[in-house]
């Protein structure tokens, strides 16, 4: 498992080239079926729209798609697919929405018209790097919970909010690579016997 980089949520952009709108919409996706799903509704809202044109990048498989809508070959889906990798993204989808303005913009400037529309989404886009963490919790009294909180800290995990009751129990998420070394640090500081639970690793943002 290795990190990579998405987005979370969905946002767009919109930008003008000749008097044609071209409005970017992104959204995260990790199948095909949430991909499809996304681009069912972009073309539900824009229905009168010249073209709505999408391209989706999926880490599952490395799968890819992308298409031009009635816009000459290569001129706006592949552009489109062109900007993810560029922004070093997958698991999302863009959609491209075109409303005519009048004016022909010839090839190379419908890549740049999408191109630009694309980047514009992304910019709007929350980007998140995704990790290979592991969820644990850790309780320990109310003597050790100041140290305790200090060692997390050093092993650069994201404590969560505390919970205290007869012990003080940390939930925290962790580079699945720290694990080793802060439980290293967690027998030595509660003398071989940390009250302490480590999820399997897993994809998280963080």
């Known amino acids: 498992m290795e990190e990579y980089r998405t987005i979370s949520g969905q946002a767009s952009a919109e930008i003008e080239e000749k008097k044609s709108r071209f409005i970017g919409h992104i959204a995260f996706a990790d199948t095909e079926e949430k991909a499809l799903a996304f681009l069912e509704s972009v073309r539900a809202k824009h ?29 706006s889906g592949l552009p489109t697919l062109d900007a993810i990798r560029h922004a070093g993204l997958t698991d999302c989808i ?59 800290a050093e092993c650069g995990a994201q404590v969560q909010e505390a919970e205290f009751g007869q012990e003080v129990c940390l939930p925290f998420l962790m580079l699945a690579e720290h694990a080793e070394a802060f439980q290293a640090k967690a027998v030595e500081f509660c003398r071989g016997n940390p009250d302490l639970t480590l999820s399997k690793p897993f994809h998280a943002p963080f």
């Open 47 to 75: 229905r009168t729209a010249n073209h709505n044109v999408y391209a989706y990048l999926l880490r599952e498989g490395s799968r890819m798609r992308y298409s031009d809508d009635g816009e000459p070959q290569k001129t």
């Open 94 to 152: 863009i959609v491209t929405t075109r409303y005519f303005g009048g004016t022909l913009l010839g090839t190379g400037g419908l890549v740049r018209a999408y191109t630009q529309a694309a980047n514009a989404a992304i910019a709007a886009a929350c980007v998140v790097t995704v990790s290979v963490c592991v969820q644990g919790r850790w309780r320990v009294s109310y003597a050790q919970y100041e140290t305790a909180a200090k060692l997390l």
